[in-house]
């Protein structure tokens, strides 16, 4: 059973750029969830994807989208990219319909915003 | 709206020493708790989840009880060792929707 797994693992972008961020979702699941972890901080939830269609927001701006995929992969890409975006990308898939929540998260993407 | 509030960090222990952090949240109705761990320079691991009052969660000598009547989810461990030295993050989840996070606890155990 593979894992999560997100690509790239660094980045480094210049102010007003845009990025895309890849995940992989664990072979089973149909849903995946995107976060924002800042330095020192918890997660926060950007937004969750279930059957290609965005099932939930968080309090992120519009440019801050997605996408999902007929094998159950998704994007997170961010437009007009701000210093405040440098985090870390967190991408955690599960499967909606089970009694019990299991997600499992990637190892990230460290964005930085120069 | 759901809410976690994680006991502040960080938290210094010697090794084999006993480990409480404390863990309570604001929700409404019955959300499923979890902890999970982020050791350095890597994503979230699932240490433990409860579904239900009175439920205990455990995994790896760490255990936590879904307390209804106290809101609350304490993680504990009878002797830690240094390599659960990491940062420890309480969550909660209700619907087939977001997780909801607290602040992140840092543990760091000394030999």
């Known amino acids: 059973e593979t894992g999560v797994t997100q690509s790239p693992t660094h980045l480094i972008k210049t102010r007003g750029q845009q990025v895309t961020l890849r995940c992989s979702s664990q072979?089973?699941?149909?849903?995946v969830s995107w976060y924002q972890q800042a330095l020192g901080q918890g997660p926060q939830f950007i937004f969750q994807?279930?059957?290609?269609?965005?099932?939930g927001r968080g309090n992120f701006p519009p440019r801050f989208s997605g996408l999902q995929f007929p094998n159950y992969s998704s994007e997170l890409n961010v437009n007009a990219l701000e210093l405040d975006d440098s985090a870390l990308y967190l991408c955690?898939?599960?499967?909606?319909?089970?009694?019990?929540?299991?997600?499992?998260f990637g190892s990230g993407t460290r964005l930085t915003v120069v | 709206g759901n809410s976690v509030t994680q006991m502040e960090g960080p938290v210094t222990l010697s090794e084999e020493a006993f480990l409480t952090i404390n863990c309570t949240y604001t929700?409404?109705?019955?959300?499923?708790l979890f902890w999970y761990v982020q050791y350095p320079g890597e994503g979230l691991q699932l240490l433990l989840k409860?579904?239900?009052?009175?439920d205990k969660g455990s995994n790896k000598g760490f255990e936590a009880t879904y307390r209804k009547e106290t809101t609350s989810f304490h993680l504990e461990k009878g002797s830690v060792q240094v390599s659960d030295s990491a940062v420890y993050f309480c969550?909660?989840?209700?619907?087939?929707?977001?997780?909801?996070f607290g602040q992140g606890t840092r543990l760091t155990i000394n030999p």
């Open positions: 955690a898939s599960s499967f909606r319909g089970g009694l019990s929540y299991g997600y499992t």
């Open positions: 072979s089973g699941h149909n849903t």
């Open positions: 994807y279930y059957r290609e269609e965005e099932n």
């Open positions: 929700a409404t109705g019955y959300p499923s």
């Open positions: 409860a579904t239900k009052a009175d």
């Open positions: 969550a909660l989840v209700q619907g087939a929707q977001k997780l909801v």
